[in-house]
């Protein structure tokens, strides 16, 4: 059942848009005869995106954004795609589809934000507005980049491997999964998104013989995220988000670097963050 939270956020990000009234929003309950018997509140396939992926994408996550903006039309598809969902439909989505379709628009449009930019910019930092300002239409509503991610995702799904899967564009940022999220796949998905970007050069770095632990700067920025799984008074070190993204980040390695980080006798620093444009 979709989480009432969801719309109210919904409801109040249109108001602030100045789109005037909202519109009226479905009941969570959407009966299973009414989805078989139409077929439109079924989740999206995902089939234009994933062959634009496929095609944009390389193996390190990062994209070719000049013969992507030279060959737009399949994006404005997969666009359009994401504003035609219905409130009903999304609605009658159970909860990981409702995160992958979050993840994938947030990541569809930061794309878009990217061509749109003519000539292409050396940093999403450089378009005014990106993130709070900017709207596109999703589900029929104005929604802004910031919306998606910290009024809806964050606020009311309380799953911190967004954070692994949400790509802003910068080569800091995680890499970018080559095919879309689902429903069916997310939490696999979501927690091999995680090991690759600890694996990679911008997620974690461990040092035991300078005693020195380096971690994305996403740890300090949105490290309360972490907080209500991970929280731990048993070992690691720093505050108590330092903790909890410690301990969280511990899962993902192997034994000789798990108990080197629970034993927290180390220096904890943040990785500095390359806003460059992820562009291969």
Request: hydrophobic fraction near 40%; charged fraction near 15%.
């Amino acid at each position: 059942m979709v989480r009432p939270q969801v719309w109210m956020a919904l409801g109040a990000i249109a108001l602030l848009a100045g789109c005037g009234s909202a519109p009226s929003l479905p009941q969570a309950e959407t009966s299973a005869a009414a989805v078989s018997a139409t077929g439109a509140l079924a989740p999206l396939t995902y089939d234009d995106y994933s062959t634009l992926l496929q095609t944009y994408v390389n193996s390190s996550g990062l994209v070719d954004y000049a013969a992507l903006q030279a060959n737009p039309e399949g994006l404005k598809t997969v666009v359009a795609e994401l504003a035609a969902v219905s409130p009903e439909a999304y609605a009658a989505w159970d909860e990981p589809t409702q995160i992958a379709f979050l993840i994938n628009a947030y990541n569809i449009l930061t794309l878009q934000s990217i061509i749109d930019q003519n000539p292409l910019k050396d940093s999403i930092r450089d378009i005014v507005g990106v993130w709070n300002f900017r709207k596109h239409t999703v589900m029929g509503q104005p929604l802004t980049l910031d919306a998606i991610e910290h009024d809806i995702l964050r606020k009311d799904f309380g799953e911190p491997r967004i954070h692994a899967a949400l790509v802003c564009a910068a080569l800091s940022c995680p890499p970018l999964r080559r095919e879309p999220y689902t429903g069916a796949a997310l939490d696999q998905q979501l927690d091999d998104q995680v090991q690759q970007w600890l694996d990679g050069p911008y997620g974690l770095a461990i040092d035991q013989a300078a005693n020195q632990v380096a971690i994305s700067a996403i740890f300090d920025w949105f490290g309360d995220d972490w907080k209500p799984q991970y929280a731990t008074d048993d070992g690691f070190t720093g505050s108590d988000k330092q903790r909890a993204t410690l301990n969280f980040i511990s899962q993902y390695l192997p034994p000789d670097d798990q108990a080197y980080l629970k034993a927290g006798s180390y220096q904890l620093t943040y990785l500095d963050y390359d806003w460059s444009l992820n562009h291969q």
